[in-house]
Nanobody, 117 residues
Framework: QVQLVESGGGLVQPGGSLRLSCAAS????????AHWYRQGPGKEREFLAL????????NYADSVKGRFAISRDNAKSTVYLQMNSLKPEDTAVYYC??????????WGQGTQVTVSS
């Protein structure tokens, strides 16, 4: 059974940090590029970051560059998103996504992040 399970969301004050995790199972995770997206209230789903299958290359949306960092541990089949200097506008449901070069694609169920004082 293919699964991507996010965790680590919650309520944090502005300026704070959170680390999201996404654990993969049921497929060969180390052959997939991994991504993080988010969807805020009333907004479309937004790309945040990607990391290649080997973990040697990353890319970020301008909105999070310098504040968020994506990483992965293929031995644990897990991708992470370290989020620093959080702002109220970062409030959203955060999703992980995995896709291989054959366009096989999986989504997690999402984890809520709320940035508020």
């Amino acid at each position: 059974q293919v699964q991507l399970v996010e965790s680590g969301g919650g309520l944090v004050q502005p300026g704070g940090s959170l680390r999201l995790s996404c654990a993969a199972s049921g497929f060969t995770f180390n052959t997939y590029t991994a991504h993080w997206y988010r969807q805020g209230p009333g907004k479309e789903r937004e790309f945040l970051a990607l990391i290649n299958s080997a973990g040697s290359s990353t890319n970020y949306a301008d909105s999070v560059k310098g504040r968020f960092a994506i990483s992965r541990d293929n031995a644990k089949s897990t991708v992470y998103l370290q989020m620093n200097s959080l702002k109220p506008e970062d409030t959203a449901v955060y999703y992980c996504h995995a896709q291989n070069r054959y366009f096989s694609s999986y989504w997690g169920q999402g984890t809520q992040v709320t940035v508020s004082s």
